[in-house]
């Protein structure tokens, strides 16, 4: 079985207040996108994790796939030794969702494979023990996302009259990096559900990620291919999530040229 768990980008992201228990209550908008890692789910003798692609530090027991694994398989006694193959090709430390989606779709493959009576719901409530932002992956649907991004609602974000141009600096934003220069904003500012409604034009001013605020100033790499979004004629262009990657949105029409950044840069262009 091989399915290709897909990443996300944040429409706007308000960091609205810090909870008692460390974490941050939040307003985003999730929208999935079609820049896919690859995994593969078989019944095996033993449990097997390989991976290859892109390599992520840290012992294969902290991967998210493992740990979705044996989540589940804590939960579901039922779920068997399986043989599991992850080809890395979204980027960690972007702000995409791209650990947090390999772990959802874990959860997705391995009901299917033992034929687990489970809910989407009664999976999105294991998955946020491994990522606030899992639940999002097990329904993969645009949504409106409060509390740690866990609280979802669905809601109608179309992209596809538009192309987008996803790119990723060398850097990397960790979210505790992100979270640390933060101050929470609990002021009333326009209901990003709200926003997207107005004219893409406006979005600039309406449909704001709080984590460029703190991000910028120590990787100015990331702002300037923000600005290189604009240049180039993006009707919009923000960060995703809390860094490292930005995205533009065109005009389908539009003559997008990106010849002088390196390749590396460049993550994903819509046709």
Not at 228 to 247: E, F, H, P
């Amino acid at each position: 079985m091989i399915t290709h768990p897909h990443c996300k980008i944040n429409l706007g992201l308000h960091v609205v207040a810090r909870r008692p228990d460390g974490y941050h209550d939040l307003q985003t908008l999730f929208v999935p996108v079609p820049l896919c890692d690859e995994l593969e789910i078989v019944a095996s003798q033993q449990f097997a994790f390989q991976q290859q692609g892109i390599i992520v530090d840290g012992p294969p027991d902290d991967n998210l796939c493992v740990r979705a694994y044996r989540l589940l398989q804590r939960h579901c006694p039922q779920v068997g030794p399986v043989a599991m193959r992850l080809d890395k090709r979204i980027p960690f430390g972007a702000g995409l969702g791209g650990g947090s989606s390999d772990a959802a779709f874990v959860l997705l493959m391995l009901r299917q494979l033992f034929h687990l009576d489970l809910t989407d719901g009664q999976l999105a409530h294991l998955a946020v023990q491994l990522g606030a932002d899992c639940p999002f992956f097990v329904g993969h649907t645009p949504a409106y996302a409060t509390g740690i991004g866990d609280i979802l609602e669905p809601v109608e974000a179309d992209l596809s009259p538009y192309r987008l141009v996803l790119l990723k600096p060398a850097d990397a934003v960790s979210t505790r990096e992100a979270y640390g220069g933060i101050q929470p904003n609990a002021s009333q500012r326009p209901d990003l559900r709200q926003a997207i409604r107005q004219p893409i034009q406006q979005w600039r001013h309406l449909v704001v990620n709080d984590f460029e605020a703190t991000v910028f100033p120590h990787h100015p790499r990331i702002a300037f291919l923000k600005e290189y979004l604009y240049r180039q004629g993006a009707l919009y262009a923000s960060m995703s999530g809390s860094g490292a990657a930005v995205y533009g949105l065109f005009d389908p029409h539009a003559d997008i040229d990106l010849s002088s950044l390196p390749q590396s840069e460049v993550l994903y262009i819509s046709r």
